[in-house]
């Protein structure tokens, strides 16, 4: 199957990924060069058209028929068809996971053809699962080399040590990195491009530039450490000792654990001048609020520091508890979340400046 290239057009949709009507003359143009890549994309822009959303078994026929050269080209999209985390948008593949598994020869095949296929030639989110220890530089590279002009955001995880510096200039436009790893490596960069870091490793090694800012666009740094209690505080603060690398940097994140330690790292951190806005949603204790109140002077700079919680934390706690002892009794209040009196007093003391309602979706940490 001969797949149409038009240059001018490819370069409009990269430069207005949101643009429908672009999506439109370009599904067009294809149908007029016999490119049956047209079927897809003009069926995906009428339903958006009409406001609805396009019919999966009318889409999936369409797949079918593109069936044996989805075969041909790219298996690993054949596969992502029927079953594998993947969503379709206006004719185009908009986010895919990508996995090399252990002792699968095709999988670098597979994932080559997938990176080159012209269903990818849009992608804006892409998750690489890299369970395969001598394939992590491998994918990593070959993304960096292969990397959608819209791509917006990029998880790698599961590899027990990988290098994340042949990524430093992976977005074209303000995106999101995120990792997952037994040991991720980042270097002195630069690394362009990138507005929110999301880090969830066991270990970090983290060497950035003594002389030039190795993080020149981040904004938000999200902490959610997954390795011991002692190695996941001291890379984080080593993180957050690095002023100068990240001078762009606002907000710091911590919603997921440790949420009264990392306030501590972070009310010791030379990037606390700089920062105006700080969110534990779900992670702070009455020890943290403590932290919080006593230092309201120091933290005067910040706009937003986001304390609310669901009750998830306490109820996940319990439930896991109960599970081997039906009798486990729950700590009292404050030693899960910040109870009552203390959210009264933080509330006098910081004023709007602290928030307690979480807005819905509240804290976008999807990938």
């Not at 501590?264 to 609020?289: C, H, K, M, W």
């Not at 009196?341 to 804290?363: C, D, E, M, N, T």
């Amino acid at each position: 199957m001969v797949h149409r290239e038009h240059p001018e057009l490819e370069a409009l949709l990269v430069a207005s990924p949101d643009d429908l009507g672009l999506y439109e003359a370009y599904g067009r143009w294809l149908a007029e060069n016999g490119d049956p890549r047209a079927e897809l994309i003009l069926f995906d822009c009428a339903s958006e058209r009409q406001g609805r959303k396009p019919n999966r078994d009318e889409r999936h026929a369409i797949l079918e028929r593109q069936n044996r050269e989805l075969y041909a080209l790219a298996p690993f999209l054949s596969s992502c068809m029927h079953g594998w985390p993947f969503v379709w948008a206006r004719g185009f593949l908009r986010e895919l996971t990508l996995q090399i598994h252990e002792g699968d020869a095709t999988s670098r095949e597979q994932v080559e053809a997938v990176l080159v296929h012209p269903y990818t030639r849009l992608l804006r989110r892409l998750s690489l699962g890299i369970t395969s220890g001598g394939a992590a530089p491998w994918l990593v590279e070959r993304v960096a080399e292969r990397r959608p002009q819209t791509l917006e955001s990029l998880f790698v995880s599961g590899a027990s040590s990988v290098s994340i510096d042949p990524l430093r200039s992976i977005f074209a436009r303000p995106g999101r990195l995120g990792t997952y790893n037994g040991t991720s490596h980042f270097g002195a960069g630069p690394f362009h491009g990138i507005r929110m870091l999301d880090v969830r490793d066991q270990q970090v090694d983290w060497r950035p530039s003594d002389v030039d800012a190795s993080w020149p666009d981040l904004e938000i740094l999200v902490l959610r450490p997954r390795g011991s209690h002692a190695d996941s505080l001291r890379w984080s603060a080593q993180m957050l000792s690095s002023a100068r690398a990240m001078p762009k940097l606002r907000e710091v994140w911590a919603c997921e654990s440790k949420g009264d330690e990392l306030l501590e790292v972070i009310l010791a951190s030379p990037l606390l001048p700089q920062l105006r806005r700080l969110d534990f949603t779900d992670t702070l204790t009455n020890r943290g609020a403590a932290l919080l109140y006593s230092n309201a002077e120091r933290l005067s700079g910040i706009e937003e520091i986001r304390i609310g919680s669901t009750g998830d934390r306490r109820a996940s706690i319990v439930r896991v508890a109960r599970v081997g002892a039906p009798n486990y009794e729950p700590p009292p209040l404050g030693e899960l979340e910040i109870d009552g009196p203390w959210r009264s007093r933080l509330a006098r003391r910081f004023g709007k400046q602290i928030r307690f309602k979480i807005p819905v979706g509240h804290p976008h940490l999807g990938l």
